[in-house]
């Protein structure tokens, strides 16, 4: 039997996705269609004798119990259950914390998976791969730009063995351009490692308080909320790769970040495309009496679209949305109950719920060409250019043009903004 746990973080960790996790937990806005985790649950509902998922985070209960139970519908051979951390331990302290909940019913293999990434996921491939090498882990790398490798955890790998020889998280000069996808697989022994892993820590924190002491140093240290922290970069991988207990598996699909409300757009094209070339039903498809689809796109069952409206490439459409004559959208995703009017244009940009675009009006991004997420939203005070966001509600007035900016729930746009974020 497997088993996958899945790092849904909290409000305070997503705050490079607002303005859109104002409204909506970041694991829960939909990308592809999809909610962002749901395409993780659904690669690992295809994982041989995986029997259980469970969400780690510190959002409150009722925040993902609506979403686990329609997961439960959709796929009833799998247990799902969501457990809380009531205090932050640790991007591997959950995970410790609750490893008896995790080890009931004795799995042999457990997935770890942050929720923030899109992948194509070939998580058989990955466990064929560390069943074959019986190490203690895998981790799951993809090959990134040599310029760019200083931003992720980068792991040294021998070809020939497939061993992670060495691993470090974020390194200010070049160590190698195979980057940590944030998808593991580690068997029972985890915890173990894990344990001494902490007790190390413990031991560091407590020399340290010590000498600082025999220094005339002991007023209580900033750190000291933090010794009962675990950190899955740091403090574990990082050892495993120096036992030679960890392995790695090239990831030869895609992947990206999705950290920052920008990165969700190319995350979209990214799921649609592989719905494409999967030839998935649930894409919309060109009618004599319906509007021009071009390339990949996602229309919910309740939106309306005028036959004259162009929609495509790599457009979602969501619930109750209403699109009127003339309209073009292109890269976008258009969330719940929004109204736009005729000839409104929507490009490489995200509509936030209750939006109303007037006729004529134009929300225009600038295409993200680069596979490294956007961290930043503004350069020398100025607003760089990026994906144009409007949060819910956000009322454009007709004929105003919104154009690589951020704007903020409950505005009403009477006048073109250019480069801006709007508070």
Request: negative net charge.
């Amino acid at each position: 039997m497997n088993k996958a746990v899945i790092l849904v973080g909290g409000p305070s960790r997503a705050t490079r996705f607002r303005p859109l996790s104002m409204r909506q937990p970041q694991p829960l806005f939909p990308v592809g269609g999809k909610p962002i985790i749901w395409h993780q649950i659904k690669a690992l509902s295809m994982v041989k004798d995986l029997k259980e998922i469970i969400l780690i985070g510190f959002f409150e209960d009722f925040v993902f119990r609506p979403f686990l139970n329609s997961c439960q519908e959709e796929f009833p051979e799998i247990a799902f259950k969501y457990l809380r951390e009531y205090s932050q331990l640790g991007t591997a302290g959950g995970f410790f914390h609750f490893r008896d909940q995790i080890m009931r019913g004795n799995p042999k293999n457990i997935f770890m998976l942050y929720t923030d990434i899109c992948c194509s996921f070939p998580l058989n491939d990955l466990l064929s791969q560390h069943e074959r090498h019986g190490r203690l882990g895998t981790i799951m790398v993809t090959k990134v730009d040599r310029s760019s490798a200083h931003l992720y955890g980068c792991v040294v790998v021998d070809n020939e063995t497939k061993l992670a020889e060495h691993y470090v998280e974020k390194p200010e000069t070049y160590v190698s351009d195979l980057a940590s996808t944030g998808v593991f697989v580690f068997n029972q022994e985890i915890f173990r490692f894990m344990a001494t892993a902490l007790e190390k820590r413990v031991d560091e924190f407590e020399s340290e308080r010590a000498k600082e002491s025999a220094y005339g140093r002991s007023e209580e240290s900033e750190d000291v909320e933090d010794i009962n922290r675990l950190r899955l970069e740091q403090d574990v991988l990082r050892q495993m790769a120096a036992e030679k207990k960890l392995s790695a598996f090239m990831c030869t699909g895609f992947w990206r970040q999705i950290k920052s409300a920008a990165s969700a757009v190319p995350a979209n094209a990214l799921y649609l495309k592989k719905a494409l070339g999967d030839n998935e039903s649930f894409l919309a498809k060109t009618t004599s009496d319906g509007p021009e689809i071009t390339g990949a796109v996602y229309i919910h069952p309740t939106a309306q679209i005028h036959p004259t409206a162009v929609i495509g490439p790599n457009v979602s459409i969501h619930a109750r949305v209403v699109v009127g004559p003339g309209v073009r959208i292109n890269d976008s995703i258009v969330l719940d109950n929004v109204n736009i009017k005729d000839n409104a244009a929507i490009l490489h940009a995200i509509v936030g719920w209750d939006c109303r675009i007037g006729k004529w009006g134009r929300v225009e991004g600038s295409q993200i060409t680069s596979p490294d997420d956007i961290d930043e939203v503004t350069h020398l005070g100025v607003k760089v250019n990026s994906i144009c966001i409007l949060g819910e509600d956000v009322q454009v007035k007709d004929e105003v043009f919104i154009r690589n900016s951020i704007v903020l729930p409950h505005k009403e746009m009477a006048g073109n903004k250019h480069n801006e974020i709007i508070m």
